[in-house]
């Protein structure tokens, strides 16, 4: 090969690469655009001419490749925690207050920056190159989308290396989304093709990073700011603010409203700036992320099981809109509980039409005064959930009418009941049909067994038609048994059954979540998973035992064990089990680790290890066989010690529980 050639590909690459640096990371942009299009046109006739030459961060590779079938998952190497939400400077004081009594410091830094209203993702790189993109998912796993987010101009391929070291490797955090004059114009475009144009730019950003065709990625505006790490190796920093420095000199676009080592009290001045700079701003905000600026205090602070306690998301008041209430239906739940709805004249909030919501419980309506017809001021709670803020008794007409919780269940007519210091009424009637539709949907729903085409239709019929009494029923359908009902031909009831069969292997903690179990949500239900090797663990775990892990809380432990403890419960598990559903458990590590001395056995960890952090320890615990519990009892194994040990150690002690410094912990870990 001409080494001309070779040398004009790389100098291109370079040059492109660079111009992509100038203009989405500076805003400092060398060329015109047509300029950038010449060039990246002679790219590709060269490398098209030349494929041995095209390098993995060849800026050609935004151009999009061939369509998947779907979609890969992949787990996130450090979880992507969700953030606790404030909506006032009290809550964020009150947050403030709690930093200085779990550091005992005074004085504390923060980064803060706007909340951008968009996807996360997470980049990973490999030796300075991006290998993989994955969504945030449900925050410990998400969709593998690395052909779409190549296409993104501001995603770099490869890390620049001008001042600072490429880590070997990297993993970045960031918010993908579309301008507000990008959305515009996309809506106009598919306006004038005769497609239905987007709700709000999330949604827009959303369908288009999930687009299985990355040419059709490639020709939506997405757009690109980074604000936080998963795992790191060979890249050093003691803060936030130093972290966001050093991403920017890797080439990533960080966003330039970011304010670094403030005060509390700037923290706040800077939440009153951006909501008078909010509506001039490119693109959309929902509200202000604060995080501790020193690494090692974020590291102190933890994190609980859905966010860290160390950041905080301080949101805008919420959209609110006029409308009228034309009526108030009740919804009967899986758990059997009667929930009011208030049905709404259409009315377009925040971006996305509102139709429908919940009014809680019948102390709900009462308290708010809440009839139909009336005229009400509604909102979208967190941007996300309808919701009635009160009700404008001025504009009442005389037409109104009291809403009474019915007595008996609008489904099976059977009486209803409200338990004593509970607010919900319930249907107790176990055969319910309504409470058996939603238990069978929760039980086929993403997050449980995933069964593609079981939607609310066809479970409704499946339960009308006598075909299910229970969701152990799915794994003993037939084709046959399908064809017959409405809007089921031969073909949907042949993927429906080979959606039921791709199903019967599946991980402990979605079949753990697939049981809608009360209090026991998807994060709960990963906290199990990984405390326990097998459903047989859990099923023989007592109170005791569940009430001493880390994250989860008395009432749920309750209701775990009262699950459990129940035969009807076991006898539909033994079912399951019997119709060819297989639970495996990659979340607790390999069967082949339980010969390790600390498989099986229950460690609490205390004070701040030198060697790796204490979730990294908690994770090599875990994966050989280990439960690691919050807190010291007489069923604990052993206690880990590291510097600055406090009342724990002093617990165990007094239980005579074993302890470890951090040598003899390593030393056994490694045995």
Request: hydrophobic content about 40%.
């Amino acid at each position: 090969m001409d080494a001309h050639i070779k040398a004009q590909v790389r100098q291109l690459q370079k040059l492109l690469n660079d111009h992509n640096y100038y203009y989405h990371v500076l805003d400092d942009p060398k060329i015109s655009d047509a300029e950038y299009d010449r060039l990246m046109q002679e790219l590709i006739h060269l490398e098209t001419a030349y494929p041995d030459l095209v390098t993995p961060d060849s800026p050609t590779r935004r151009i999009g490749g061939a369509p998947l079938p779907a979609f890969e998952h992949a787990e996130h190497t450090v979880p992507m925690l969700s953030l606790d939400n404030a909506f006032s400077h009290q809550d964020i004081l009150d947050f403030h207050a709690r930093i200085q009594k779990n550091t005992g410091e005074t004085k504390i830094w923060y980064t803060a920056e706007p909340k951008l209203d968009g996807v996360a993702i997470e980049l990973r790189y490999e030796n300075g190159v991006l290998v993989q993109a994955v969504t945030r998912g449900d925050g410990f796993v998400g969709e593998v989308v690395t052909d779409n987010v190549r296409t993104i101009r501001s995603v770099p391929l490869g890390l620049r290396s001008d001042t600072r070291a490429c880590p070997h490797l990297l993993e970045v955090r960031g918010e993908v989304f579309i301008s507000r004059t990008g959305f515009d114009t996309l809506n106009r475009k598919r306006k004038s093709a005769g497609d239905p144009v987007f709700a709000n730019p999330r949604n827009a950003a959303a369908g288009s990073l999930r687009q299985l065709d990355s040419a059709i990625t490639a020709s939506r505006p997405l757009d690109l700011f980074v604000y936080g790490r998963g795992q790191v190796a060979g890249l050093s920093f003691d803060s936030q603010s130093e972290l966001l420095d050093a991403l920017t000199d890797l080439g990533f676009p960080v966003n330039p409203l970011v304010k670094k080592k403030i005060s509390i009290e700037q923290t706040l001045e800077f939440y009153k700036e951006l909501i008078e700079i909010r509506p001039d701003l490119p693109y959309e905000i929902d509200g202000m992320v604060i995080k501790v600026d020193p690494i090692p205090m974020q590291q102190t602070l933890g994190e609980k099981i859905k966010s860290p306690r160390w950041a905080i998301a301080y949101k805008f008041a919420a959209v609110e809109k006029i409308t009228r209430i034309t009526d108030i239906l009740v919804q009967v739940g899986r758990t059997g509980t009667l929930t009011p709805v208030a049905v709404l004249e259409p009315v377009q909030v925040g971006g996305v039409t509102v139709s429908r919501a919940t009014l809680h419980n019948m102390d709900e309506i009462v308290k708010k005064d809440i009839r139909i017809k009336d005229t009400a001021l509604v909102t979208r709670a967190g941007d996300v959930i309808p919701k009635v803020v009160k009700i404008l008794t001025a504009e009442r007409t005389g037409e109104e009418q009291i809403f009474h919780m019915p007595s008996h269940c609008p489904v099976c007519h059977s009486l209803v009941q409200r338990l004593e210091g509970e607010a919900a009424v319930k249907c107790i009637n176990a055969a319910c049909p309504a409470q058996r539709k939603e238990r069978i949907r929760h039980f086929a729903s993403k997050k449980g067994f995933d069964i593609e085409g079981l939607g609310k239709k066809l479970v409704e019929q499946l339960v009308d038609e006598g075909l299910l009494t229970s969701f152990a029923d799915l794994f003993t359908l037939k084709k046959e048994q399908l064809i017959p009902l409405d809007r089921m031909a031969e073909k949907s009831a042949h993927n429906l059954i080979t959606a039921i069969d791709k199903a019967r292997q599946i991980p402990l903690h979605r079949f753990v979540f697939a049981l809608g179990i009360d209090h026991t949500g998807e994060h709960a239900a990963r906290v199990l998973a990984r405390n326990f090797l097998t459903l047989e663990d859990l099923m023989a775990a007592s109170r005791e035992d569940l009430e001493g892990i880390h994250g989860l809380g008395a009432i749920t432990a309750d209701a775990i064990a009262g699950f459990f403890a129940n035969s009807e419960n076991r006898a539909l598990i033994s079912q399951l089990e019997n119709n060819g559903v297989s639970i495996v458990n990659a979340l607790a590590g390999p069967a082949e680790k339980k010969d390790h001395v600390f498989a099986g056995k229950t460690l609490v960890l205390t004070g701040t290890l030198t060697t790796m952090t204490r979730s990294e320890a908690k994770k090599r615990l875990l994966s050989l066989g280990a439960k690691v519990t919050g807190s010291v009892s007489k069923n604990t194994d052993y206690l880990v010690a590291g510097k600055e040990a406090g009342s724990k150690l002093a617990r165990a002690r007094d239980l005579e529980v074993p302890v470890l410094d951090e040598d003899r912990f390593l030393t056994l870990l490694g045995s």
